[in-house]
């Protein structure tokens, strides 16, 4: 990864914002002096595109300190766990203690979010071919300067939140946090994604609701569980993909543009 990061960097300094930090490494589940190796990116990447890989990395973090196959079974059958565990120790990430138990070979990963961030990151760079950065600290911020991913398509800003824990871990005061970071940083379009196959329009959607109904707008359902508001900020999940529901997110804004003005 980092195509062009330059090209973000510069658009945030033309903005007014100092870039603290980016792209951070330490807490990420895979150890990040592989990702020097291209083949190793390549297949983590394809891996993650997963939903199951996914909740199954969630499950090693869970019990990094002692697993077995049998208590990673939660979103797949014990053929697809014991593969995704032979993935993970021929590329270094876990350690066999003992015959069929094994521990997180990181002493700092305690969540997934870094990670899921790091893949957001690659979608924009793999599928669209757009330059992006994730763990951005921004300097020169009024609503604190946490942004997951942001990310450059056609010149135009692009900033995702990433929410690794299922809906009913979200509160509403994320929900006012994440459009008050977008308010600040002004890109064209913001997309609020959790990493989940629950329906958005049960809890996260009435909290956008309350949140822009004093402006008079509305959320609109664009497809599944993927909503729109003016086109502008979009609120999606994982169902049925990641990098679709992301390419979906970009293609209406960018169809949506007036040829005319």
Same mark, same amino acid.
């Given at each position: 990864? !980092?195509? $062009? #990061? ?9 903005? !007014? ?21 291209? *083949? *190793?990116? #390549?297949?983590?990447?394809?891996? /993650? ?21 049998? #208590? ?5 059958? /014990? ?47 793999? @599928? /669209?071919?757009?330059?992006? /950065? ?11 300067? =946490? ?6 398509? @056609? ?13 009913? $871990? ?23 994604? @959790? ?6 329009? =049960? ?6 609701? $309350? ?25 999606? $999940?994982?169902?049925? =993909? ?20």
């Amino acid at each position: 990864m !980092g195509i $062009n #990061d330059a090209s973000v960097l510069a658009m945030l300094k033309r903005r !007014g914002f100092r870039v603290l930090s980016h792209n951070p490494t330490g807490n990420l589940f895979f150890p990040h002096t592989k990702l020097e190796d291209s *083949f *190793f990116e #390549d297949a983590l990447y394809e891996m /993650l595109k997963k939903y199951s890989f996914r909740i199954f990395i969630r499950d090693v973090i869970k019990n990094r300190k002692k697993f077995a196959a049998k #208590d990673l079974l939660k979103y797949s059958t /014990l053929e697809w766990v014991e593969s995704y565990i032979a993935f993970l120790l021929e590329r270094g990430v876990i350690d066999e203690t003992g015959p069929g138990q094994y521990t997180l070979r990181s002493e700092t990963v305690f969540s997934f979010g870094d990670t899921l961030e790091w893949f957001v990151a690659a979608i924009f760079e793999r @599928e /669209l071919s757009s330059p992006a /950065l994730w763990g951005v600290r921004l300097g020169g911020t009024d609503a604190g300067g =946490d942004y997951d991913v942001i990310a450059a398509v @056609e010149g135009e800003l692009v900033y995702v939140e990433v929410k690794s824990s299922p809906p009913k $871990n979200i509160e509403e005061l994320e929900v006012a946090a994440f459009l008050k970071r977008a308010e600040t940083l002004g890109p064209s379009i913001a997309v609020f994604l @959790e990493d989940t196959r629950l329906r958005m329009k =049960d809890k996260i959607v009435p909290f956008f609701e $309350n949140a822009v109904k004093a402006r008079g707008l509305e959320v609109k359902r664009l497809h599944d569980e993927t909503f729109s508001i003016e086109d502008k900020v979009f609120i999606t $999940n994982s169902f049925p =993909d990641i990098a679709a529901n992301i390419g979906s997110c970009v293609e209406r804004h960018l169809r949506g543009r007036r040829f005319w003005g």
